[in-house]
């Protein structure tokens, strides 16, 4: 009986103990028990540096997110600076010590030869054989002979001034200095004058061109450039880096396209633009059964329909000689070649070409190459080049 009781007073005491704790819990007034802190989460990760679960296999369904391709910047277009070439007036002048060096062994031994004592045959034979290794030509290199020995017999006794006066006397009256060198590029009312050029490959025609176009934007005149030497890409690229340096507009045709196209639409342009000047660098060999004088040809007649052609330049390696002289016969059969522009002039001794092209084609030499740089084509002055010969 009393163990009985035992168990009733603990099981009271265990049940008064629980009720306590509920009250103190749901008393009012009292603070509910705060909720369980969770630790803090890791911020995301970017989007490209997700990875698939597992170590280092991709978990199964996972997908992974490339970054967006990064787009190349354009490249930047490079204008190139507008040049402001130098005027034409003086430029053989400024240019006189490279003919000189090139020409001064001719003048030196010339007059060394004229300067002996005595003058015999022999010494005249040598006279005439420099005048012709110099590419004078034999008919010229002839009069000239006759005519110093005459002179000389006239004068007996002579001084070094004396002979270097007759020598450039008669050097100048070979070259020609009556001849109209001037270059025909005045325009038309509002229709720009048009200058052919014409030559074979290799002789400088195409940097001819640009060199030109230099010339003439010096001396203050609009130019358009025709880039119709269509078989060669290269020189159509080439005439676009002479147009686009002194801001001269290029028109272009597509490679193997027709010649006189390129040269009409050249044409056309320099009149809606009212250009001074416009200038047609032609094909100097092609790869069709047209032959080359043909096609210079029909070049000139279609520009012929919208403005005339007034010069139309050849083109001559000087440093090729007779080679460059049978160049010549063969487009003036072809071509009215109204005047002569002789490059690398001052890379050979055979300055002598100027009087023999001239004396063979009754054409002016009107302009000449005389170095590498851009502003190294110099209209031609007779007196300067003789001058250069004889040297001070």
Do not use: C
């Not at 006759?146 to 006794?157: A, F, N, P, W």
């Not at 005389?370 to 300067?384: I, T």
């Amino acid at each position: 009986m009393d163990g009985y009781l035992g168990v009733i007073v603990i099981v009271v005491v265990v049940a008064l103990l629980a009720a306590g704790a509920l009250f103190l819990l749901f008393r009012p007034g009292g603070k509910a028990a705060p909720p369980p802190v969770k630790p803090p989460e890791a911020p995301p990760l970017p989007e490209e540096e997700k990875r698939p679960a597992g170590a280092g296999e991709e978990a199964e369904g996972a997908t992974t997110t490339l970054p967006p391709p990064v787009k190349p910047a354009e490249p930047a277009v490079v204008v190139p600076e507008i040049e402001v070439p130098p005027p034409s007036a003086g430029r053989m002048v400024r240019l006189r010590s490279r003919l000189a060096r090139s020409q001064n062994a001719l003048g030196r031994g010339l007059l060394d030869l004229l300067s002996r004592d005595r003058l015999d045959d022999e010494v005249w034979d040598e006279i005439e054989e420099s005048l012709i290794t110099a590419d004078v030509g034999v008919a010229p290199t002839r009069v000239m002979v006759e005519e110093l020995r005459t002179k000389v017999k006239v004068l007996g006794s002579r001084t070094h001034e004396e002979v270097r006066a007759l020598l450039r006397e008669q050097l100048l009256t070979q070259v020609n200095p009556d001849l109209d060198r001037t270059l025909r590029v005045q325009k038309h009312g509002e229709r720009p004058a048009v200058v052919l050029v014409v030559g074979v490959n290799g002789t400088g025609k195409t940097t001819t061109t640009g060199k030109l176009a230099r010339v003439l934007v010096g001396d203050g005149k609009k130019v358009v450039l025709g880039a119709a030497d269509t078989f060669r890409a290269a020189a159509a690229d080439q005439l676009q880096t002479w147009g686009d340096r002194v801001g001269a507009d290029v028109v272009r045709g597509p490679e193997g396209g027709d010649p006189a196209s390129v040269a009409f639409d050249a044409t056309a342009r320099g009149i809606e633009e009212k250009a001074d000047v416009v200038i047609v660098d032609t094909a100097g060999r092609l790869h069709t059964k047209t032959g080359l004088m043909d096609e210079l040809g029909k070049v000139k007649r279609v520009v012929e329909k919208k403005a005339t052609v007034d010069e139309t330049l050849l083109v001559l390696d000087a440093t090729t000689g007779q080679n460059g002289m049978r160049q010549a016969q063969v487009f003036a059969e072809a071509v009215n070649i109204t005047g002569i522009a002789l490059t690398k002039l001052d890379g050979t001794a055979k300055g002598g070409i100027v009087i023999s092209v001239q004396r063979e084609l009754g054409v002016p030499v009107k302009l000449v190459g005389l170095g590498e740089g851009p502003d190294d084509l110099a209209p031609f002055d007779p007196e300067v080049f003789v001058d250069a010969i004889l040297g001070e």
